[in-house]
C-alpha cells in the first residue's frame, strides 16, 4: 500500500513531525528520491487538530415507516401502502400490522417507490437501511433508476444483464433484522428516483417490512466527527478535511522555500460557507491569507496560496469556517503544502542520477551528466478500446491519428506493447500496480485491488507529486479501488452525458487548468479516455468523415434487429453480435461492422484532436521539455476478426496488442521505433524509474528505459509477455462468453494460447507466428510441437509464480494501529 499516511515522511528535515505517524506502515512504503516533498495536512492530522468540537444539526431523514395512518391526501391502493407498489414477482402486497408484507413468486420480486427527493439532489448516497424478517432467502437487494419514469419489467430484466450493487445477506426467521445496504462507491442521489428493493431471492417466501431509510452522505456524516474523508462534490473526490462551522483545523508545521497551499474548498449545504486561512509565526501575529465565501454547493472551487514569504520559518497555519448556522459543513479538498520547481533543483542535481538517465558506458566512464533532468511531470494517458492497427504510425490506411502520429515521430514507438487482460476491469489494475492479474486477482466486475499493494499514484504522492486521475469508466476509480494515491478524482459519474463514451474532449478540458495550476510542481496525472469505446458513433465532425449518414437509419435498425438473436445477455444489451448471429438475422455481417468501423476510427480522430490540444498546451506553459507523456490502449476491439465484436472474450492479437508511444522532447529520442516485447505491467516501474523514484517489491514489470537508446538497448533483457481472460462465476461476470478461460504467452516471435475452458470442440493450444501473423489468424502448433511444449512449461511456471505471489487480504493492515486502519477505511481504501 502506498502508505498514503505517509505521505513523503523521510524526504527533508521540514517534515520530521511525521515521523510519528504510521512508521510500521512507512516501512514497506517505496522511498522516494532526493526530492522536497510535499506536506499534506491530510497526513499531519490529528483528533487534537480540530478546535472547537461541533456536532452538525441532524438533517431530515429520508424514511418510509408503516406504523402509522397513510397520508391525509393519499388516494388509491398505493397511499395505503405509503406510495410502495409491488413489481414483477411480488403477491399480496399490503400493510398490515406496521409492516409492509407481501409474498414472493418468483427468484427475482421487486417492490418500487417513487423518492421525490432525488429530482435534482446533487448530494451522494451512503446508504439504504431496511428493517425486515423474511421467511426465507439468502440475499437482499436495492436497484435504483434516475429517469422520471420507469417501466418495472424492464428494469427487472435489465438487473438480469447488470446486477445491483447493492446487497445483503439475509438470516431468514421471526426476527425482524436490519440490513444495510452499502453501494461499493458513491452515487448520486438523483440517481434514486426510482428505489427498487429484492426483499429475498427465493419464491414463495413471506416478507414483512417495517421501515426503509435512505441514508445521503450529509445524514451519515452528520453521525461522526471532523476529521479525514474522501468526499466528492459533483462526483469529483478529494482526500479532505471534513469540518463544521465554526471549528478550526490547527496545523503547526515548518515552511519551506518557495512554498504554496494548494487546495480546493467546498460545500454541500445550501448556504453561504466562508473559508478563512490564517498564517502565525512564532514571533508574528496571525495573517490571513485567504476569506472566501462559498454560495455554490456541490463544486469545488480551487485556491492557491503564496508562502513563499514565511520560508524557512515555523508557523502554526488554521483552517476556520464561518456559516449562519452552527455545524454547517465545509470540505477542505487535498490541502497540500508545495515546493515550487525552482526550491528542487538544488536537490535533483545533488541527487543520484535517476534511472532513466544515460548509464555506463561499456569502458565504465558515467555518462549521467549527459542525461536531462527527470521529468517534472508525468502524464498517462490511457486509452480505452484502441486497435494499434488503427493508428496512421502503426500503418492505418485512413488519417485517424494526426496528432498522435506527431507524438511518435517525435517520441518513440514500441512496435509490440501487450495488455495483461483484454477489458478494462483487469488491465488497468494490472498497468497501475504492475501486476498479473493472476496476483491481483482483479478479474470480475465487482472486484476491487487490495490496499494491501501500492499504486503507481501512491508511489509518486509518497514522492511529493500532486495526482489527479479522469476517470471515464467505473473500472478505473473508487469501484475498483484505484483511487488509491490520488489527491482528486473524476469519476465517470461527473461526466455531463453519462450515456456517450465520448470522454477525451471533456477531460482535456479539464485537464488544462489543473495543469497551469500545477505548472511550477511535481505532477502526475491519469487520463483515461474511452473515446474508442462503444456506442462507437462520434460526434460532428467525425460522425460522418467516414461514414454516409444515409446509411445511419438502416445500420441502426439492423442492431435492433440482431439483438433479438444475441445469446448473451450482456452482449445483447451491448448490441455486440457474433458473424453467426448476424448471418441469423439475414445481415451482411462485414458491411455491418464496416459501418461500425467507420464510427470507431471517426471515434478515434476526434480524441486525437484532444491529445493535440493537450500538447499544446503544454507547449504553451513551458512544460514540453519537463513532461514525459505515456499514450497507451489498455486493450482492442474486435471486429470478427475471430468471429466475434466487442473486446475481453479472447486473448488474441486484435485485443491484446496495444499501442505504446513515450514523449517528452529533449529525453526520449526522437523517431526511436522500439521492436522488443513489452507488456503494460513495465510502464509502472519505466515511470518510476524515470522520475528517480524505486517501485514496490511486489511490482511484477521491468522497466524498459534502456530501449529508449540504441546505445543502452542490449542491456534490455528480453522476457516473455502474458495475457489472461479468465473465467468468471459471478452473476455479473466478465465479458461473455463465459465459457472461455485463456492464457497466452508470448515469446522469442511465438505465441502461445492455452485454453483451458473452451466450447466443445475447441482447440486446447493455439501457436501463431507473432513475425508474420500479428493478429493470431494461422494456428500452427501441430507443425511445432516442440515450441508448443516449452511454452507450456513457460506458462505454468508464470501462472504457479503468480499465484504464489498474492498477498493475502490481512496485509492491507498488517502492523496498523486501530487509528491508522480508520484513517484508511475513511478515505475508502478498505471497506
Not at 120 to 130: A, H, K, P, Q, R
Not at 238 to 265: K, N, Y
Not at 468 to 492: A, K, P, R, W, Y
Request: neutral net charge.
Amino acid at each position: 500500500m502506498r502508505r498514503l499516511l505517509c505521505g513523503g515522511r523521510s524526504l527533508v528535515p521540514v517534515l520530521v513531525v511525521l515521523a510519528s505517524i504510521v512508521a510500521a506502515a512507512c516501512a514497506r512504503a517505496p522511498q522516494p528520491a532526493a526530492r522536497p516533498a510535499a506536506i499534506r495536512l491530510v497526513d499531519l492530522y490529528r483528533k487534537d487538530s480540530v478546535q472547537g468540537r461541533v456536532e452538525s444539526p441532524p438533517p431530515t431523514r429520508s424514511e418510509w415507516r408503516f406504523d402509522g395512518a397513510p397520508p391525509a391526501d393519499g388516494s388509491g391502493e398505493r397511499a395505503a401502502t405509503r406510495g410502495w407498489e409491488a413489481g414483477p414477482g411480488v403477491a399480496g402486497l399490503a400493510v398490515r400490522d406496521g409492516r409492509l408484507v407481501g409474498r414472493t413468486t418468483s427468484t427475482f420480486a421487486i417492490l418500487h417507490v417513487e423518492w421525490p427527493q432525488a429530482a435534482g439532489n446533487l448530494d451522494s448516497i451512503d446508504s439504504v437501511e431496511v428493517r425486515l424478517r423474511v421467511s426465507a432467502g439468502k440475499t437482499a437487494g436495492v436497484g435504483s433508476v434516475g429517469a422520471e419514469k420507469i417501466d418495472l419489467a424492464a428494469a427487472a430484466e435489465e438487473a438480469k444483464v447488470w446486477p445491483w450493487d447493492l446487497t445483503a445477506p439475509l438470516t431468514p426467521g421471526a426476527e425482524v433484522r436490519t440490513l444495510t445496504l452499502r453501494p461499493p462507491r458513491p452515487r448520486p442521489a438523483a440517481d434514486f428516483r426510482h428505489l427498487l428493493l429484492q426483499p429475498t431471492d427465493v419464491a414463495g417466501a413471506e416478507f414483512a417490512i417495517e421501515s426503509v431509510r435512505i441514508v445521503q452522505r450529509r445524514e451519515q456524516l452528520a453521525s461522526i466527527p471532523s476529521g479525514v474523508g474522501w468526499q466528492g462534490l459533483s462526483q469529483v473526490y478529494r482526500e479532505t478535511l471534513v469540518a463544521r462551522s465554526p471549528e478550526r483545523l490547527r496545523f503547526d508545521l515548518d515552511v519551506p522555500p518557495r512554498a504554496l497551499l494548494d487546495l480546493g474548498v467546498g460545500t454541500p449545504e445550501s448556504g453561504p460557507v466562508q473559508f478563512v486561512v490564517t498564517l502565525a509565526s512564532q514571533a508574528g501575529e496571525p495573517q490571513t491569507l485567504l476569506a472566501r465565501t462559498v454560495t455554490s454547493p456541490h463544486r469545488w472551487e480551487p485556491l492557491t496560496l503564496d508562502l513563499s514569504a514565511h520560508a524557512g520559518q515555523r508557523v502554526r497555519l488554521e483552517l476556520a469556517l464561518a456559516a449562519e448556522t452552527r455545524g454547517t459543513l465545509g470540505f477542505w479538498g487535498s490541502p497540500v503544502i508545495r515546493q515550487r520547481v525552482d526550491a528542487m533543483a538544488d536537490a535533483d542535481t545533488a541527487g543520484t542520477a535517476p534511472a532513466s538517465a544515460t548509464p555506463p558506458s561499456a569502458s565504465g566512464t558515467s555518462q549521467a551528466s549527459a542525461a536531462p533532468p527527470p521529468p517534472q511531470g508525468v502524464i498517462l494517458i490511457w486509452a480505452d478500446t484502441l486497435r494499434r492497427d488503427h493508428l496512421g504510425t502503426y500503418g492505418y490506411r485512413r488519417p485517424t491519428s494526426p496528432n498522435i502520429d506527431r507524438l511518435a515521430r517525435e517520441g518513440a514507438r514500441f512496435d509490440h506493447c501487450v495488455s495483461q487482460a483484454t477489458w478494462t476491469k483487469v488491465a488497468t489494475p494490472s498497468l497501475l500496480a504492475s501486476l498479473y492479474p493472476a496476483t491481483h486477482r482483479v478479474t470480475d466486475f465487482s472486484h476491487r485491488l487490495s490496499a494491501g499493494y501500492t499504486t503507481l499514484a501512491e508511489a509518486l504522492r509518497a514522492g511529493g507529486f500532486a495526482t489527479v486521475s479522469m476517470s471515464s469508466i467505473l473500472f478505473t476509480g473508487q469501484f475498483t479501488n484505484l483511487h488509491q494515491g490520488f489527491e482528486e478524482l473524476h469519476e465517470d459519474m461527473s461526466l455531463p452525458d453519462r450515456n456517450s463514451s465520448k470522454t477525451a474532449r471533456i477531460y482535456v478540458d479539464r485537464l488544462l487548468p489543473w495543469l497551469e495550476r500545477h505548472r511550477d510542481v511535481p505532477f502526475f496525472a491519469f487520463l483515461h479516455v474511452s473515446d474508442a469505446h462503444d456506442p462507437y458513433e462520434p460526434y460532428a465532425p467525425y460522425d460522418t468523415l467516414w461514414n454516409d449518414p444515409a446509411g445511419k437509419a438502416e445500420h441502426l435498425r439492423q442492431n435492433r434487429e440482431v439483438r433479438k438473436h444475441i445469446a448473451y445477455p450482456l452482449l445483447k444489451a451491448f448490441g455486440m453480435p457474433d458473424r453467426a448471429e448476424l448471418v441469423e438475422a439475414g445481415f451482411d455481417a462485414d458491411a455491418y461492422v464496416d459501418y461500425d468501423r467507420g464510427w470507431y476510427d471517426g471515434s478515434i480522430r476526434g480524441m486525437d484532436a484532444e491529445i493535440g490540444r493537450l500538447i499544446e498546451r503544454l507547449r504553451e506553459l513551458g512544460l514540453d521539455r519537463k513532461t514525459l507523456v505515456v499514450f497507451v490502449g489498455d486493450h482492442g476491439e474486435e471486429f470478427l476478426d475471430h468471429g466475434r465484436t466487442f473486446h475481453g472474450q479472447s486473448t488474441y492479437g486484435e485485443l491484446a496488442n496495444v499501442p505504446l508511444i513515450l514523449w517528452r522532447p529533449g529525453a526520449v529520442p526522437a523517431g526511436r521505433v522500439v521492436a522488443e516485447t513489452v507488456e503494460t505491467i513495465d510502464l509502472m516501474p519505466t515511470i518510476l524509474a524515470a522520475v528517480g523514484l524505486p517501485s514496490p517489491k511486489e511490482a511484477q514489470g521491468t522497466s524498459f528505459a534502456a530501449l529508449l537508446s540504441s546505445a543502452n538497448a542490449s542491456q534490455w533483457r528480453s522476457r516473455p509477455a502474458f495475457t489472461e481472460k479468465n473465467l468468471t462465476y459471478e452473476a455479473m461476470g466478465a465479458p461473455p462468453p463465459p465459457d472461455i478461460e485463456a492464457f497466452a504467452v508470448v515469446e522469442d516471435g511465438w505465441k502461445l494460447v492455452h485454453n483451458t475452458a473452451r466450447p466443445r470442440g475447441g482447440r486446447e493450444h493455439e501457436l501463431y507466428d507473432t513475425r508474420t501473423d500479428p493478429f493470431d489468424q494461422h494456428d500452427v502448433a501441430a507443425q511445432h510441437p516442440e515450441i508448443v511444449a516449452r511454452l507450456s512449461q513457460r506458462l505454468t511456471a508464470w501462472r504457479e509464480k503468480s499465484v504464489k505471489a498474492r498477498k493475502p487480504a490481512e496485509a492491507a493492515t498488517a502492523n496498523l494501529s486501530p487509528e491508522e486502519v480508520e484513517r484508511l477505511r475513511s478515505l475508502g481504501y478498505l471497506q
